[in-house]
């Protein structure tokens, strides 16, 4: 087991070695660079020069990458071009808001999806069945920068519950706070996932009950509850816990436009704020940690697989 | 041809047949409708009048007007023409492109299938709106940028099904048989393969029509879309939600058309699904020429 | 995406813009503050210490870690602060400066002669002049015949406003602490740093041995850095903040609707729809007049700023002393007069159009009043089509002069009018837009005839009047609206609020009621 897990993150190594030279090439293909944005809108001619020289963007590219990658293996990803602070602590700045906003809306899609994908399994094609099928597609097919701004206009326009605009605050630290700032968000993340959820749950749970081994455990007399419970359920995990783990992932960078819809400070945004201010140093950051974040998330789905279903070995 | 309009007439009656579908069927002929003919409506999405700016709906303008003074169910209506042809043209690169890999790495299964599937997996490990931002800082903003942006995004959904359904069907009997006939790989893919594995690739095609409309309004939302002062639903959020305390309906109606355009396609894509699930259960395989 | 176009918006004023307080216009004297910890939301990450690269993004800071040499009232009236008294030549080529007795830096050190020395010396250094460096153009040399004394002495006569300027954009540093004041701040202050929590915000304290008498009044001070103004905004109505600073106009309006103060100074920004007239149709003078007409300067306060400002035909705030107020009323939308001088200029149907309309992306109040002008050329024929850009490449294009026409503030528009040449399109060489030879060689001359003109009050005017009149007769930048940055929105039990002619934020006079 240890081995395996050595190998799978000793093959991360060349993936993003290819990514993060991908990623410098790319930048240099869009158009507009970070200078006129350092110097300012009114600088001068000679101050473009200054600054283009002070940060080297008059070297060749490769020679550039071969600097930024050289500091790079030692830890050092640079100070972004804007704020003069390090890259690293920026990210970190915004990775945990990132990572709380994504639990949090996991658990309400979970809170959410799984009653409902049960629901509707142990009655395929019932009334509630298409209910609550009614009720994932509806989940899925509203965007959730709509939804969004449905909750902001109750929740904050009109009944003032809740802030309009969240910011990020831990939840050990101020829990009240926190959950004030993250309900809209969480809401209206979570509730797309539990669409995904709740369809993805009830097809496999559907196909589960029609396994040999439930019709046998049937004909045994083993009480239904105990079949669902045990039987369906353990085995239909499977393929769910790769589904909550992909949603994980993809939240790390993919969350952009919720974060958007409630100003919330994650990774995502502040990617999106890199590419626009053409903050080299920080966009290649950003990019490789989500990069990094999902091969992880995708290395410890695949280990709870293993713990879930031993019968699957890793070697 | 005779025959595929039957069978089509026959899809299309027992889509009707239900409420949902039978309902997402009817408003998505109203958006195209009005999409198509806006010119003939009494409608001007580009006329400013700041003085009656922020109105909220009344008699003369249904669905109030934006900060401008425009009229919002004009651009609304106007605003359909920027989405379908988003769609239409991203479903159109998405197929084109991601058929033929789907074919060619179904078909061979060798060399050619790692690396066309990996390209493929490499698009789909990126979250497809970082993508498509990356992609219009390249191309510049505009309904192009959108299109392609959008239509590359729906490649990898193309080129897996695609090549799902021809790994299993290129050991059947009749793909054999064309084979020791001397058929042509290329001949093979394009006469006898692909007019089987046709249905699968419609749905998908309406499917991705909604991921399509939700991607490109997501865009606009994100000031990324098509530039201004073309309408586009999501650009309507993406402003509206700066009004909420003015003018609450502003970002609430365009985003309900918006909404109910994308839960259309997606029922009709789902019980295309359902259709063509039960038929291939019931039928007892494919035969030459594609027709089932 | 907000965050970035608010900084490069005001990175416009922030040039050389100079600094001073006002003195607190003597909040009603029945009014009772009791001091506390003042919790100010701001919208942007400080990015030093050094008073000399004052930006909008320390706006917040520097006025109370540091003192100037003289300050300006909202009105544009010179008031003491470091220095007691200011006696300009007769001859206009120096300015003598006594400095206040009993004042100490933050470190304990006296203030003597030796920091104004030691600051001036910075200011005029190339590599660490900063943004005071193109201000210190106009002096020759300095001296302190004794430690209460500075002499400046000027290389030609200079307008006695210009002097003053000067003066108010001078903040003495610790002469030990000058190389480390980026990160260390070294000044007089009301208040002293206590900590700094980057991309969060910072806490200040009360400095005890401050020489204002009962000033400042809060203890503490704490900024919190928000993101954007929606959830600063939201802070406020939390109640998590007692003052937002730097917000938008139209939360501005929203909250003062909801019963906070909102407090706008004298130093606002001024829109400039800016034409590169060394390109097609824009060669024309009389097309360029067109556009004198052509703006729609009500619809675009009103939209773009929720019609907190002034529409303007000249790039000058109420506070400035070339501001004409008559210009505003003479360059009034019409759209008669603007196809008349489209037809005069003799160009044709297709010879006026094809040029495209840059606009920043990444800032709302841009994309809406580019359509408005869109709008209002589509009426009298000439059809463009807005290229939208965001943020590093809207800043290229525009640093590069690589557009037709754009909107684009201006700041330095409360201060000597020469000071209008900091901006890009002003600028009367060197200009990245309309390049050397500069087109307009009127303009240059009028600018030059301002700085020196160190006459009576008579030539002065002249020259203002001159300048005013040939920025409208070129033509190449049409101003639209002023409006406010540095905005104050303080909740009801806030009081003591101090306006300052540049818009930072003055803390030492607010307390609680």
Same mark, same amino acid.
């Given at each position: ?315 | ?18 409420? !949902? ?80 890999? !789907? ?50 995004? !729906? ?30 790989? !290329? ?106 | ?27 009603? =004297? ?35 870690? #540091?003192?100037?040499?003289?300050? #300006? ?12 008294? *200011? ?6 080529? =120096? ?38 460096? =193109?201000?210190?153009?106009? +002096? ?70 401050? *020489? ?21 905004? %939201? ?13 938008? @106009?139209? @939360?501005? +309006? ?50 773009? #700023? ?19 107020? /008559?210009?505003?009323? $003479? ?23 094809? *040029? ?5 992306? @990444? ?54 009018? =020469? ?8 600028? $009367? ?36 009047? /001159?300048? /005013? ?10 101003? $639209? ?16 609020? $101090? ?7 003055? %803390? ?6």
């Amino acid at each position: 087991m240890t081995a395996y897990v050595l190998r799978r993150l000793a093959q991360m190594l060349p993936v993003l070695l290819i990514a993060s030279f991908a990623i410098f090439a790319m930048i240099y293909a869009v158009p507009g660079g970070p200078v006129a944005v350092i110097a300012g809108e009114n600088a001068t001619a000679e101050e473009v020069a200054e600054v283009t020289r002070r940060f080297g963007f008059d070297r060749p590219m490769v020679v550039q990458y071969a600097d930024w990658l050289g500091r790079a293996l030692t830890g050092d990803f640079g100070l972004s071009l804007h704020s003069r602070q390090p890259v690293l602590q920026l990210i970190g700045e915004r990775l945990p808001a990132t990572l709380q906003l994504a639990l949090c809306a996991i658990i309400v899609a979970l809170v959410i999806g799984i009653p409902v994908a049960i629901a509707s399994a142990v009655r395929p094609n019932s009334w509630l069945d298409r209910v609550l099928s009614g009720w994932s597609a509806l989940a899925l097919g509203v965007p959730t920068f709509w939804l969004g701004i449905l909750l902001i206009l109750l929740f904050a326009v009109e009944l003032r519950w809740l802030p309009s605009a969240s910011r990020y605050v831990p939840l050990w630290q101020a829990p009240l706070d926190a959950v004030r700032s993250l309900v809209l968000p969480a809401l209206t993340l979570g509730v797309y996932v539990s669409g995904v959820l709740g369809r993805f749950l009830r097809a496999s749970l559907i196909g589960e009950a029609r396994a040999d081994y439930v019709r046998t455990a049937r004909a045994k007399g083993v009480p239904e509850k105990r079949i669902v419970g045990l039987h369906i359920m353990r085995n239909a995990l499977l393929p769910f816990v790769t589904i909550v783990g992909l949603m994980m992932a993809h939240f790390i960078g993919g969350a952009v436009v919720t974060e958007a819809v409630f100003t919330y400070p994650g990774l995502g945004r502040l990617l999106i704020q890199a590419i626009t201010t053409r903050d080299y140093p920080l966009i290649q950051g950003c990019i490789l940690v989500i990069l990094i974040a999902y091969m992880l998330i995708n290395l410890a789905v695949d280990m709870l697989y293993a713990w879930i279903d031993p019968r699957i070995e890793y070697r | 041809m005779t025959e595929t309009l039957a069978a089509l007439g026959s899809l299309l009656r027992r889509l009707l047949a239900r409420r !949902g579908p039978a309902l997402s069927l009817v408003f998505l002929t109203l958006v195209a409708l009005a999409a198509t003919f806006a010119g003939l409506l009494p409608l001007d999405p580009l006329a400013q009048s700041i003085a009656d700016s922020l109105k909220p709906p009344s008699a003369e303008s249904w669905f109030g007007t934006d900060e401008l003074g425009r009229d919002i169910l004009a651009r609304v209506v106007y605003g359909a023409r920027t989405s379908l042809i988003t769609a239409f043209g991203a479903v159109l690169i998405a197929a084109l492109v991601g058929i033929p890999v !789907g074919l060619i790495a179904g078909f061979y299964g060798d060399w050619r299938d790692s690396l066309l599937m990996r390209c493929i997996d490499v698009l789909l490990a990126l979250p497809n709106i970082l993508f498509a931002m990356a992609l219009i800082a390249v191309l510049g903003r505009s309904q192009g940028a959108a299109l392609i942006a959008v239509g590359i995004a !729906g490649i990898p959904g193309f080129a897996r099904i695609a090549r799902a359904q021809v790994m299993a069907l290129r050991q059947l009997d009749f793909v054999m048989a064309v084979r020791s006939f001397g058929g042509r790989p !290329g001949y093979i893919m394009v006469r006898t393969l692909l007019p089987n594995i046709l249905s699968p690739l419609v749905v998908q095609a309406i499917v991705l029509a909604s991921i399509a409309i939700l991607l490109e309004a997501a865009l606009a939302f994100l000031g990324v879309g098509v530039p201004p002062p073309t309408p586009s639903w999501g650009e309507m959020l993406r402003t509206g939600k700066s009004y909420l305390y003015e003018a609450p309906s502003y970002a609430v109606l365009p985003g309900l058309v918006l909404t109910l355009t994308i839960l259309s396609f997606d029922t009709i894509g789902r019980a295309l699904t359902a259709i063509l699930d039960r038929d291939e259960t019931d039928a007892s395989g494919a035969t030459i020429g594609g027709r089932r | 995406m907000t965050k970035l176009s608010r900084r490069q918006f005001c990175m416009t004023g922030l040039a050389l813009a100079g600094a001073a307080p006002l003195i607190a216009a003597a909040p009603a =004297s029945a009014q009772q503050l009791k001091g506390g910890t003042l919790r100010v939301a701001v919208l942007s990450e400080l990015a030093n210490f050094d008073p000399q690269q004052l930006s909008t993004v320390n706006f917040h800071v520097i006025k109370n870690l #540091y003192d100037s040499l003289i300050e #300006y009232t909202p009105d544009g009236k010179p008031q003491p602060s470091l220095a007691t008294e *200011w006696k300009i030549a007769p001859d206009k080529t =120096s300015v003598s400066l006594t400095l206040r007795d009993g004042v100490t830096f933050h470190s304990g050190t006296p203030f003597k002669s030796d920091s104004v020395l030691a600051t001036l010396q910075k200011g005029a250094d190339p590599k660490r002049g900063k943004n005071v460096f =193109s201000t210190m153009a106009i +002096v020759k040399d300095w001296s302190a015949p004794d430690e209460r004394t500075v002499v400046i002495n000027f290389k030609a006569p200079a307008p006695e406003r210009q002097i003053l300027d000067l003066l108010q954009f001078l903040i003495p540093i610790e002469a030990k602490g000058i190389d480390t004041v980026e990160t260390v701040p070294a000044g007089t202050g009301p208040y002293t740093l206590v900590s700094r929590a980057v991309g969060q915000g910072l806490t200040l304290k009360a400095n005890p041995k401050h *020489w204002r008498e009962k000033q400042p009044i809060a203890q503490d001070l704490v900024f919190t850095v928000f993101s954007e103004d929606a959830a600063a905004t %939201a802070a406020l109505e939390s109640g998590a903040v007692d003052i937002v600073y730097n917000g938008s @106009s139209r @939360s501005a +309006v929203r909250l003062k609707g909801a019963g906070y103060q909102v407090f706008a100074g004298p130093g606002p920004l001024v829109q400039v729809f800016r034409i590169n007239s060394t390109r097609g149709p824009f060669r024309n003078k009389s097309f360029r007049q067109a556009f004198n007409y052509l703006i729609d300067r009500a619809s675009i306060l009103r939209v773009g #700023y929720a019609g907190m400002g002034k529409v303007v035909a000249l790039p000058w705030a109420p506070a400035s002393p070339a501001f004409d107020d /008559n210009y505003t009323k $003479t360059y009034a939308y019409d759209l008669e007069k603007a196809r008349k001088l489209i037809t005069a200029s003799g160009l044709s149907a297709d010879e006026i159009k094809g *040029w495209k309309l840059l606009v920043n992306g @990444s800032d709302e109040a841009s994309v809406a009043i580019s359509q408005i002008v869109q709008g209002s050329l589509q009426k009298v024929g000439v059809p463009v089509e807005l290229d939208m850009r965001q943020g590093a490449e809207y800043v290229t294009a525009l640093l590069g002069g690589d557009f037709a026409a754009t909107f684009g503030a201006v700041g330095n528009v409360q201060k000597f009018p =020469s000071r209008v040449t900091t901006n890009s399109i002003y600028r $009367t060489s060197g200009n990245p837009i309309l390049r050397d030879p500069h087109p307009h060689p009127d303009y240059v001359a009028a600018i030059a005839k301002v700085d020196a003109a160190t006459g009576g009050e008579a030539e002065v005017k002249a020259a203002y009047d /001159n300048l /005013n009149r040939v920025m409208v007769d070129e033509a190449f930048g049409i101003p $639209t609206n002023s409006y406010d940055v540095g905005l104050i929105v303080a909740s009801e039990k806030i009081g003591g609020i $101090t306006l300052d002619i540049d818009n930072l934020f003055i %803390a030492r006079t607010i307390g609680f009621k």
